[in-house]
């Protein structure tokens, strides 16, 4: 049974760029979160979604956007990248009604 | 808002010791989840223990088990016979009842043999 893979693992993009972020969530989660985590601290969240909706959102600006498919895989998209936007992305999975979520290894974005 | 605080950025232990992390939170819901989880340098965020806050029995993991006293908002991680492959940074995180959660900035656990 595949946990929650995300894809790539590296990116390298300059300022003013878009970027693109894939997740997969473990078989049978439903619902799909995303999370920025900057060096050295801990993640914050960005936004939640299920059935192709978002459904929650943290405090991220609308720079900061997503989709969910309907295999419940999800995209995070990035647009005009600040150097800020540098950090490792963590996608996690659950149960809508789960109160437990599985992340996945995360993909590091370097922005120069 | 809620809010997780880790007060130890940084802790180390002899090998087969036993190491508390501390963590305390702030929240005004009465039912929630609190979670301790792991993440080791290749970054992978696994979870090593959760707590129902309506259960006041602490839960217990293995070599890994929690101090939950509710009324001071305070959740500790206890590692028993601590082992090189615990080395990492360990997150307490709190679950909103809207289901986001919220993670303290991590206290990062070194193991000397």
């Known amino acids: 049974d595949a946990g929650v893979t995300q894809s790539p693992t590296h990116l390298i993009k300059t300022r003013g760029q878009q970027v693109t972020l894939r997740c997969s969530p473990k078989?049978?989660?439903?619902?799909v979160s995303w999370y920025q985590q900057a060096l050295g601290q801990g993640p914050q969240f960005i936004f939640q979604?299920?059935?192709?909706?978002?459904?929650q959102r943290g405090n991220f600006p609308d720079r900061f956007s997503g989709h969910q498919f309907p295999n419940y895989s999800s995209e995070l998209n990035v647009n005009a990248l600040l150097l800020g936007d540098s950090a490792l992305y963590l996608c996690a999975s659950s149960f809508l009604s789960g109160e437990t979520q599985y992340f996945g290894p995360g993909t590091r974005l370097l922005v120069l | 808002a809620q809010t997780v605080t880790q007060s130890q950025p940084e802790m180390s232990v002899q090998e087969a010791e036993t190491v508390t992390l501390s963590c305390t939170y702030d929240t005004s819901e009465s039912d929630y989840y609190l979670f301790w989880y792991k993440q080791p340098p290749s970054r992978q965020m696994i979870l090593v223990i959760r707590q129902e806050a309506y259960k006041q029995q602490n839960a217990t993991e293995n070599r890994f088990s929690v101090n939950f006293q509710k009324a001071a908002k305070s959740f500790s991680l206890k590692i028993s016979d601590s082992q090189l492959g615990d080395a990492a940074m360990y997150f307490c995180?709190?679950?909103?009842?809207?289901?986001?959660?919220?993670f303290g900035k991590g206290t990062r656990l070194h193991i000397l043999p």
């Open positions: 979604y299920y059935e192709e909706e978002e459904r």
């Open positions: 995180a709190y679950r909103t009842r809207d289901d986001k959660i919220i």
């Open positions: 078989s049978g989660h439903d619902t």
